[in-house]
């Protein structure tokens, strides 16, 4: 009962954190009209909170290891509901900046820190079974809580949505305090963690591995970051009418991570991953590079989503076989790429944005997705199981 009581507060934990990283999507055009500015400006939100996400999930494993799973947790769960809390009422762009901040800080603390108290509390037997099931759960943020967000923006303003994840973020806080394990043995050990980091980033492939994650992310975070603001701004939907769409193209998310599983154990999964994920880029461009009806766009969004998802569980399997004996260094910096390409696809994106239209956001994805593919050919073709 109380390992049950544990997974679900982590889970919770996981798939709220992953709300608010990817509730921006269907407000900025509401924020931009707001604070009289661009869409692509208002998309730099998510810059901000990517680039702090990827310096604290670089930075929590020594911190975990040092002070204990259960501080992290509620350290990182009470940053997160506060920075989400306080952005409903930011009077200003500069001030939402500043707590987006704030809330990759404390959400980078979450996945790493939740996955190693489950690898610490689970037989080993159910390990992988039980971490990859809070990660499809986490994975339905993009299904259920994103569409959510823009059907409580629709009712109440941008606003509201920010109060609503903060109220269930703290509640989640409240959660982990009773029933996350306090029988921890931590020590220090951060030096031999560190020291574990240089000795992976020293594998050739394992650096391959990194690039070829960085763009793969940045066209995935481009291509759903600007996708809301597409819909609205071509087909003149408003905030609400979005929900449903946003919803498939969560669940395009989810039906690629689940196809990417079987394909890590494949001999050719590195040739096929280069495949699906520049299929993908060039989806994306066709999507924002042709006006289509409304559904037609949704399914090449969709189609675009799940493409670009098949690669994120096979590099994480990569990752595990390259890293073998510091597993959770190596995963934590394949994170920290994730996030490195959350700032180049909403930041460079927002920029090709407002210099040349949607259809720049386009070739961003494509020109990733190409980058990505030319890296395994000529550094990754032997990576085989």
């Known amino acids: 009962m109380r390992q049950r009581r544990f997974l679900t507060a982590v889970a919770l934990g996981m798939f709220f954190t992953q709300s608010a990283s ?54 990182g769960l009470s940053l997160l509901s506060i920075g989400v809390v306080a952005s409903a ?57 994103v569409p959510l967000v823009a059907v409580a923006a629709n ?7 920010f109060l609503v994840i903060g109220i269930l973020l703290a509640a989640c806080t409240l959660l982990n305090w009773f029933w996350f394990p ?9 030096l031999s963690f560190f020291s574990k980091y240089r000795l992976i980033l020293a594998i ?30 071509t087909y003149d939907m408003s905030v609400g009418a979005i929900a449903v769409p946003l919803a498939l193209v969560g669940i395009g998310t989810v039906v690629g991570s689940y196809i990417g599983g079987p394909l890590a154990n494949r001999k050719d999964r590195m040739p096929l991953m280069a495949i699906s994920s520049l299929a993908g880029g060039a989806a994306a461009l066709l999507l924002f ?17 799940a493409l670009l998802s098949v690669a994120w569980p096979l590099m994480i399997t990569f990752s595990a076989e390259i890293s073998t004996q510091s597993r959770a260094t190596g995963v934590g910096l394949l994170g920290a790429s994730n996030q490195s390409g959350g700032v180049g696809g909403a930041a460079i994106g927002g920029v090709l944005l407002a210099a040349s239209g949607f259809p720049g956001v386009g070739y961003l994805c494509l020109g990733a997705t190409a980058f990505s593919a030319l890296v395994i050919a000529l550094f990754m073709r032997q990576a085989k199981p």
Not at 34 to 51: H, I, P
Not at 108 to 116: K, V
Not at 155 to 161: A, E, K, Q
Not at 182 to 190: C, F, I, Q, V, Y
């Open 22 to 75: 990817l509730m921006l999507a269907p407000l900025l055009v509401a924020m931009a009209n707001e604070f009289d500015t661009l869409v692509a400006v208002a998309g730099q939100l998510a810059t901000a909170t990517f680039a702090a996400w990827g310096v604290s999930v670089v930075t929590v494993g020594p911190m975990s290891d040092s002070f204990g799973r259960r501080p992290v947790a509620l350290t």
């Open 155 to 161: 009712s109440g303003g941008w606003r509201l949505p």
């Open 289 to 305: 590079l042709i006006e289509v009806p409304v559904w037609a766009a949704v399914a090449i969004a969709t189609g675009a989503v």
């Open 204 to 233: 050739p492939v394992f650096r391959a591995a990194l690039t070829v994650n960085v763009a793969q992310r940045m066209a995935y975070i481009a291509l759903f970051s600007y996708l809301a603001a597409y819909l609205i701004k």
């Open 89 to 145: 009422f930011a009077p200003n762009l500069e001030t939402l900046m500043a707590l987006r901040i704030v809330t990759g800080l404390g959400g980078g603390m979450i996945p790493p820190n939740s996955m190693a108290a489950v690898a610490d509390s689970v037989p080993t037997a159910r390990r992988a079974q039980i971490i990859g099931g809070i990660m499809a759960f986490a994975t339905l943020s993009g299904v259920i809580g």
């Open 182 to 190: 306090k029988n921890e043995d931590a020590g220090l050990r951060s």
